[in-house]
C-alpha cells in the first residue's frame, strides 16, 4: 500500500476500533469494489469480534424478493475477513482467502447483521505459529441473523496470513 493510503486506512481503523466505523466502513467500499453494490456497513470491529450490516435492498436481493445466497456469503465472507484485519498488521502480513463455505438455514427476512468473532485461545496460537513458521491457515466461522433475530446462514472462511518476508516476488 502507497503511504498515503496506508495512513489513511490506519487512522481510519483506530477510529472504528473506537467505535466510530463510518469513514472505515466506506474505505472498505472503495478498496473491494466487488461489496460496492451491497452497501455492507461495518458496526463493530473489536478483539471481541466484528459485526456487519447487510441492508435489504433492491440490488441485494433475488427473483423471490429476498435476501440474495451470495449476498449473505458475500457479507459472511467481509465479517470474517474484518476479524483477520483487527487480528493482524497489515503492513507486516498478505491476507488472503482460500476457501469459502456457506450452510443456509432459512429464508432470511429483511436486512441482515453478519457476525463473527475468535474461539477461545485461537488467536493467541496462531500468533505463536505465525511467529514461528511466517505463514498460517486457519478457517473463521459467522452467524448471519435476519431482522427478526432468526439465524439464517453459516459461513465457514479459510485464511491464509503469510508475513511479507516470506513472499517470494518475481
Given at each position: 500500500?502507497?503511504?498515503?493510503?496506508?495512513?489513511i486506512?490506519?487512522?481510519?481503523?483506530?477510529?472504528?476500533?473506537?467505535g466510530k466505523?463510518?469513514?472505515?466502513?466506506?474505505?472498505?467500499?472503495?478498496?473491494?469494489?466487488?461489496?460496492?453494490?451491497?452497501?455492507?456497513?461495518?458496526?463493530?470491529?473489536?478483539?471481541?469480534?466484528c459485526?456487519?450490516?447487510?441492508p435489504?435492498r433492491?440490488r441485494?436481493?433475488?427473483?423471490?424478493?429476498?435476501?440474495?445466497?451470495?449476498?449473505?456469503?458475500?457479507?459472511?465472507?467481509?465479517?470474517?475477513?474484518?476479524?483477520?484485519?483487527?487480528?493482524?498488521?497489515?503492513?507486516?502480513?498478505?491476507?488472503?482467502?482460500?476457501?469459502?463455505?456457506?450452510?443456509?438455514?432459512?429464508?432470511?427476512?429483511?436486512?441482515?447483521?453478519?457476525?463473527s468473532?475468535?474461539?477461545?485461545?485461537v488467536?493467541?496460537?496462531?500468533?505463536?505459529?505465525?511467529?514461528?513458521?511466517?505463514?498460517?491457515?486457519f478457517?473463521?466461522t459467522?452467524?448471519?441473523?435476519?431482522?427478526?433475530?432468526?439465524?439464517?446462514?453459516?459461513?465457514?472462511?479459510?485464511?491464509?496470513?503469510?508475513?511479507?518476508?516470506?513472499?517470494?516476488?518475481?
Open positions: 500500500m502507497k503511504t498515503s493510503v496506508a495512513r486506512m490506519t487512522n481510519a481503523l483506530h477510529r472504528a476500533k473506537a466505523p463510518w469513514r472505515f466502513s466506506r474505505i472498505m467500499q472503495e478498496l473491494i469494489p466487488f461489496n460496492r453494490p451491497h452497501r455492507i456497513s461495518v458496526l463493530e470491529i473489536s478483539p471481541s469480534g459485526t456487519v450490516d447487510l435489504h433492491r441485494n436481493l433475488n427473483h423471490l424478493g429476498t435476501m440474495h445466497a451470495c449476498a449473505l456469503a458475500t457479507a459472511g465472507e467481509f465479517v470474517s475477513g474484518l476479524n483477520v484485519i483487527e487480528a493482524f498488521e497489515l503492513s507486516e502480513y498478505r491476507l488472503i482467502m482460500s476457501h469459502l463455505e456457506v450452510e443456509y438455514h432459512r429464508r432470511p427476512e429483511g436486512g441482515c447483521i453478519a457476525e468473532s475468535w474461539s477461545e485461545g488467536l493467541e496460537s496462531l500468533k505463536t505459529e505465525l511467529n514461528k513458521e511466517g505463514v498460517v491457515a478457517s473463521l459467522s452467524k448471519l441473523t435476519d431482522s427478526v433475530n432468526a439465524h439464517v446462514a453459516t459461513t465457514t472462511t479459510k485464511w491464509q496470513v503469510k508475513s511479507w518476508k516470506k513472499i517470494k516476488s518475481k
